[in-house]
């Protein structure tokens, strides 16, 4: 049973950074594709960043140069490097994944039906 548990959240201020993380210790060498996702208040969730178990990542335009997903191996967490942040990026932010590795899903967008494992999200704050 794959068990996703992240880490990493927390309060900062408009510019700042956070790193998230995201591990299952018995499970990540089984996982095709991993994905973060965030909920907004009163938005709908939507898939922020995806990597490939190849290391091939897709990220959405709002965080595209200022957010980097992560994955140094198999058995390694998978992170997700938030630099610039904005008060538009307050949300609670989930991890995900699945056991396929099936190159052409794991990406933006569509990712949201492929994975199968979620995690229970992380609080990140940005202040302005």
């Known amino acids: 049973q794959v068990q996703l548990r992240e880490s990493g959240g927390g309060s900062v201020q408009a510019g700042g950074s956070l790193t998230l993380s995201c591990v299952d210790p018995?499970?990540?060498?089984?996982?095709?594709?991993m994905a973060w996702f965030r909920q907004a208040p009163g938005k709908e969730r939507e898939a922020v960043a995806t990597?490939?178990?190849?290391?091939?990542?897709t990220y959405t335009d709002s965080v595209q140069g200022r957010f980097a997903i992560s994955r140094d191996s198999a058995k390694d967490p998978l992170y997700l490097k938030m630099n610039n942040l904005t008060s538009e990026d307050t949300a609670i932010y989930s991890c995900a994944a699945t056991s396929d590795f099936d190159f052409g899903r794991c990406s933006l967008p569509g990712v949201d039906s492929f994975v199968t494992y979620w995690g229970q999200g992380t609080q990140v704050t940005v202040s302005s």
């Open positions: 018995k499970n990540m060498h089984n996982l095709g594709c």
């Open positions: 990597i490939h178990f190849s290391g091939t990542a």
